[in-house]
């Protein structure tokens, strides 16, 4: 890694690499001072060790290219891993401020209280009331939509995510699945002034999985970093968005996806072959009664897809199928009732496309305001009501890693559109355990399955996302 330059009273002075910190640019250059004076090396190493000892709260780094970037580390308060993120904020923020100052030189001869005084700062600047949660704006009213600008980042709205799945063929007809998906989450509403390059705004936080079908393997890989000099972020004029090297670009209706981790990758290109889709009403998807419980929601249901993939091999291996894309943003979507929820993106082989959600409540009833949306072969859309649906769970399998217990098998049923198809995954094991990013342990996976649609035999695929089966999610999204 290089470490940066930093000017202290007028001087360029380029710090040594002290390889025992394993801190970030970031860091090292705002400790600088504190670095020079004796015995601080040894604090600091004890320091760093706290931070990234074996507690059971830290995970490894996340990485870019095998170099290492950042530490995280959970925070409980706020459900993603951010915490030693809010420390270097908070500590960058108290660094223009004589008094602190004088109180940390003197923490620094103490480990036990220089602890507590980083505890004490993070606490006060992470909820402080500098950026109140208000600021953020609230789904609260129909949208005026303007693409292709809203593909792009809502920076208004504390979250966001671009959600990417699908089932793709080789040339010897072997079927792989695939996730790609990218966070947004919003630490605080707006920057100091002035402000720098590693002031942190947002947090970008990235899952990529495969899924090899014939040889009933499931990879993932996650990265989170903040926005720093282009390391990460997300334009607003288009879709546009970027983690290290993950990346989804549209440019006119062209989508252009590229991830890679040690021995996968993917390159794909996804052109829409249906319109739009605007789920809940003009794009408002309800997530409970409360004011702001709710997100814009748009999706490209069907996307023809091609280009590569590697999963164990070392060579490339052309591809060809059929895609999903989500888009969803907003500021306040779940309570602290809300355990978790089903999501399910199916399509079918007549044509038609199948979306619900079922929001799961810690009392076992299933929150009034799940949905869904049926999107007939010509691109209609159809509105699906909690009571037009009905989801059975004919199995479960309990994952060896987590303890948590998932459904797998399911008999769906939407008598009001002729809808009833039963699915289970390709793969049993689809559990990802997201410590060096979100914190959240989830299952999503590819799926398949067959029933009938109008009175007709039809196949399904498509992809499966469970969350709040190894912890509650309420409070947190």
């Known amino acids: 890694m290089n470490i940066p330059h930093c000017k202290l ?42 931070f990234h000892g074996n507690d059971g709260r830290i995970d490894r780094r996340t990485s870019y290219e095998n170099k290492p970037y950042f530490h995280a580390t959970w925070c409980p308060h706020v459900g993603m891993r951010v915490f030693y993120e809010s420390i270097k904020f908070s500590y960058n923020a108290f660094l223009r401020m004589h008094w602190v100052l004088r109180i940390l030189n003197v923490a620094f001869c103490n480990l036990h209280f220089a602890l507590l005084a980083f505890f004490i700062l993070q606490n006060l600047f992470f909820f402080s009331p500098a950026w109140p949660a208000d600021e953020w704006r609230q789904v609260s009213a129909p949208r005026i939509w303007n693409f292709p600008r809203d593909h792009g980042s809502h920076p208004e709205y504390r979250t966001e995510w671009w959600y990417f799945t699908g089932i793709l063929l080789d040339n010897t007809g072997s079927q792989y699945g695939y996730q790609l998906t990218f966070f947004r989450q919003g630490i605080r509403y707006k920057l100091p002034n002035p402000s720098g390059p590693w002031d942190i705004r947002d947090v970008y936080l990235g899952h990529f999985t495969l899924t090899d079908v014939p040889q009933k393997k499931f990879q993932y890989s996650e990265r989170i970093s ?235 695929q498509g992809y499966i996302e469970l969350t709040g089966y190894a912890g509650s999610l309420g409070g947190i999204f």
């Not at 090292?28 to 020079?36: D, P, Q, Y």
């Open 9 to 50: 009273k007028n001087k360029n002075f380029k710090m040594k690499k002290i390889e025992a910190f394993k801190l970030d640019g970031f860091v090292r250059s705002r400790l600088s001072r504190a670095s020079r004076k004796p015995g601080s090396a040894n604090i600091l190493k004890r320091l760093d060790s706290h």
């Open 226 to 460: 903040r926005s720093g000099p282009g390391l990460a972020g997300a334009r607003t004029e288009a879709m546009d968005v970027w983690l290290f090297d993950w990346s989804a670009r549209m440019k006119e209706t062209t989508i252009a996806l590229k991830a890679r981790h040690d021995q996968m990758e993917l390159d794909l290109t996804l052109v829409p072959k249906k319109p739009l889709i605007f789920h809940g009403q003009n794009g408002v998807s309800r997530k409970g009664p409360g004011e702001g419980q709710a997100s814009y929601y748009t999706s490209f249901t069907h996307l023809e897809t091609k280009g590569f993939l590697k999963t164990s091999s070392h060579i490339p291996t052309e591809v060809k199928g059929r895609s999903w894309f989500d888009q969803e943003f907003g500021s306040n979507q779940l309570t602290a009732e809300q355990k978790g929820w089903d999501w399910f993106s199916l399509y079918l082989s007549d044509g038609r496309d199948l979306m619900i959600y079922f929001l799961r409540l810690k009392d076992g009833s299933i929150e009034p305001a799940s949905s869904g949306t049926l999107v007939e072969a010509d691109g209609k859309t159809r509105h699906l009501k909690l009571s037009e649906i009905s989801i059975k769970i004919l199995d479960r399998w309990k994952s060896p890693r987590s303890g948590a217990e998932y459904p797998c098998r399911w008999r769906i049923q939407i008598p009001s559109s002729a809808v009833d198809l039963t699915v289970a995954p390709y793969v049993p094991n689809q559990e990802l355990v997201t410590k060096g990013s979100t914190g959240i342990t989830y299952w999503e996976g590819a799926i398949s399955g067959q029933g009938t649609s109008k009175g007709q035999p039809v196949n399904c």
